[in-house]
């Protein structure tokens, strides 16, 4: 029986491990943190967006320039199939108004013991506390625990190690120098889903960090879709849903120009010119906060914004009213990569084969977020962890059924 070890216990080593063991391999799952599944679990706080119910054929257009070669993973392990899979552990899920997709029980801890329980079924061993640390050798990977280092044989590795977003979960993108010393091709790691700072004033920042911003829409000035939802004023600057959904045109956008714009519509459902009757209607005598308040009930949050600007809000109606609708926002930088719900980098598309194997290091193959692919929040990043954790197992069957391991007896 092969013996097969995985590093990482997140959805995307755990994938791995539960479609090695079904296919008759001995498993060991490597894992530096107390417990398996953190990130899981951190995702379960919101929820547990598992994936989204559209049709695949647009669920597939997520992925951007990703796509072609994560489409056949995406395919082989689908959200209908992940619903199914969800399904048979006994978390059933239901489609939330949005189109995503929640187990019934709105969080991941009831999905991670009965996973836990099929994974020791199966006969998978989970080292916990472990920290892989590179080979000893052909087929001898190393490990160091609070017992000190150990050597585990190995006739195939999956590295399911995750980004560099979240460190204290344990993906902390350290795994980075071990790849590029054996010759494996790395993109930088680039935040992605983030929030951005921006140089709000001191009042601002001081009232208002933490506040939320709903029921606006955000449109890049220099080009770009408009999404509508919610964001958050941070001390930083802004974060939140609908800023996420924009992240990685803003992100490019600031590397290429070195700033970007964002045009706030502080009420989209009002054409401008309802917007100006409104305002028009209130008594001139009355203050600036007054005057939002009573014609459109605007937060304070919202009055606060329409004064970040170097010049005062104008006061005559149809000025007011084109402001509201595209209240500008200077972007200087994305938050940093721990704050980010994932990132962009990683192990490169020609890095490895159709099967995930890592062209440099045959016998490695790779999973999840330390492939180089991003995707918005709505269920499009664990589905990706999950399908390319299936995907890459899948891919150490074939390739031990052609003999790889002896094809290949230098492999680590």
Known sequence: ?????????????????????????????????????????????????????????????????????????????SPDDLRDWAAGLGQPCFVGSSGRVFPQAMKASPLLRAWGARLAEQGVTILTRHAWTGWDGPGRVRVVSPQGERVLAADAVVLALGGASWARLGSDGAW?????????????????????????????????????????ALTPESGGP????????????????????????????????????????????????????????????ESLSNTLRKALRLPPVAVALLREGPDAPPRDAPSLARLIKAVPVTLTA??????????????????????????????????????????????YLLQACFATGRAAAHGVLDWLQEGGKERYPSCP
């Open 1 to 77: 029986m092969a013996h097969i070890v995985v590093i990482g216990g997140g959805p995307a080593g755990l994938a791995a491990a539960e479609a090695l063991a079904a296919g008759g391999c001995a498993v060991t799952v490597v894992e530096r943190m107390p417990t398996i599944g953190r990130k899981l679990l951190m995702a379960g706080r919101g929820g547990l967006n598992l994936t989204h119910s559209e049709s695949l054929e647009r669920f597939l257009t997520r992925y951007g320039v990703a796509r072609p070669w994560l489409e056949p993973a995406l395919r082989a392990f």
């Open 176 to 216: 980075t120098g071990l790849l590029a010393g054996e010759g494996v091709e790395l993109a930088p790691f680039r935040p992605a889903n983030c929030g951005f700072r921006t140089d709000w004033s001191d009042t601002l920042r001081a009232r208002f960090a933490g506040t939320p911003l709903r029921g606006i």
């Open 226 to 285: 408009t999404v509508r939802g919610e964001a958050v004023v941070t001390a930083r600057g802004l974060e939140g849903g609908a800023v996420y959904a924009l992240s990685a045109l803003l992100r490019d956008r600031i590397a290429a120009e070195g700033q970007a714009r964002l045009m706030v519509d502080l009420r989209p459902d009002m054409t401008e010119a309802a917007l100006a009757e409104r305002l028009a209607r209130v008594r001139g005598r």
């Open 334 to 379: 994305p938050d940093s990569l721990d704050r980010a719900i994932s990132v962009a980098g990683g192990v490169r598309a020609d890095a490895v084969d159709a099967r995930f194997m890592l062209r440099a290091l045959p016998g490695v193959f790779v999973a999840g977020e330390m492939l180089d692919w991003e995707a918005p929040t709505g269920g």
